[in-house]
């Protein structure tokens, strides 16, 4: 198998060039190329001597295939993407009014095993690569580019795809310097959102990340019913997860995340906001309520909508800035937790 190339940080690209005796200077020409528009147009290049040429055709640009595309009636696209080993992993596209956002997976199933979500249910077959993160991105984007209308705007992102992107982190790291590298994509920090069900060796990591934001899916306040939802939660409770947040820098205006799967009858009682309220009362923060996206065989119910507002309005009175998720693309099982390849 050739080298890599997609997925190169900068710097190990300079290492690439002055170890098979060229200028680190064509780093930054090979960034522009490589990443600064989502559809790549070859090499060939005035500037570059056909030596150089030869050497980048024989690293590996390639990246994942789009193996099957489902458009719901939200227009929201779901991408089954081909990966070397022919495993395949899902990418979903949102369209936005101003922005789409690429929702990225970070891993093939997941080690977490959380209990009411379908790709948990299938287990950890591999995390994905920088190239095959990075990859998921530009062929999401490119697509977009040729065929919506927002198109040619880069998309935000959303690591809320396949996988804990915590419990991958290193891979996690090189995709989001990357796709940040002024000299390449140059997405700001700001556009980018990892979602984690609180792997906290990770989350001791996050300021790595330099300044993304961060969606805490906390789904309870109640230690027994996250730790019924999310099985890893017993090794560590809400107080040391907190403590954690607690530590994270944020910029200004910057709030972190609270996701809340709702689920009937488990966590949508009064009592269930009164927990969330004195838990997230006094931090920076905003609730999002993600109504639970049936699966086949899953176990259980999604409250209905009179439910839902019901339960924003009592957090909302005890001082909780609360969001309800727009279910999209769930027609096509493309929405979080449905994704299972
Ligand atoms: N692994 C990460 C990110 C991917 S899941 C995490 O767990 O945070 C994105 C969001 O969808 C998470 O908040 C997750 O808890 C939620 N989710 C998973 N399955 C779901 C389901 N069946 N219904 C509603 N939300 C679900
Ligand atoms: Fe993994 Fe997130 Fe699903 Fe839990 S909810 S199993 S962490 S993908």
């Not at 570059?48 to 595309?69: G, V």
């Not at 249910?121 to 994905?128: A, I, K, P």
């Not at 809400?238 to 910029?251: C, H, P, V, Y």
């Not at 209905?304 to 005890?318: H, T």
């Amino acid at each position: 198998m050739s080298d890599q190339g997609l997925g190169l940080t900068y710097n190990k690209l300079e290492e690439q060039l002055s170890k098979n005796g060229f200028s680190k200077s064509f780093a930054e020409l090979i960034f522009k190329k490589a990443y600064r528009r989502p559809t790549f147009k070859g090499w060939e290049d005035g500037r570059m001597s056909p030596k150089l040429l030869s050497f980048l055709e024989q690293l590996d640009w390639k990246r994942p295939t789009i193996l099957q595309t489902h458009q719901s009636s939200d227009d929201t696209i779901k991408f089954l993407f081909g990966l070397k080993d022919h495993r395949s992993v899902e990418t979903v596209l949102i369209p936005f009014y101003r922005k789409d956002t690429v929702c990225l997976s970070s891993q093939v199933g997941c080690a977490m095993g959380c209990r009411f979500c379908h790709t948990g249910t299938q287990g950890l077959s591999r995390s994905l690569t920088t190239s095959e993160i990075v990859g998921q991105y530009l062929a999401a984007w490119d697509w977009a580019y040729h065929k919506r209308m927002n198109g040619t705007k880069a998309p935000n992102i959303v690591f809320m795809g396949q996988g804990e992107p915590l419990h991958n982190f290193d891979q996690l790291k090189e995709s989001i310097d990357l796709i940040t590298d002024p000299r390449g994509l140059d997405l700001s920090h700001r556009m980018i959102t990892v979602s984690t069900a609180g792997y906290l060796p990770g989350l001791k990591r996050f300021s790595e990340l330099g300044g993304v934001n961060l969606a805490i899916s906390l789904h309870s306040a109640i230690e027994e019913k996250r730790r019924e939802l999310i099985p890893i939660s017993k090794n560590w409770p809400i107080e040391s997860l907190m403590k954690e947040i607690d530590q994270i820098k944020l910029g200004r205006k910057q709030v972190i995340l609270y996701e809340i799967m709702l689920a009937e009858d488990f966590n949508d009682s009064k009592e269930d906001a009164l927990a969330l309220s004195k838990l997230l009362k006094n931090r920076p923060h905003m609730a999002n309520l993600i109504p639970f996206n049936p699966y086949p065989g899953s176990p259980w119910k999604r409250p209905n909508d009179q439910k839902i507002e019901a339960f924003k309005s009592q957090l909302v009175e005890f001082g909780i800035r609360t969001t309800i998720r727009k279910t999209k693309g769930d027609n096509i099982m493309a929405a979080c937790g449905q994704l299972k390849t």
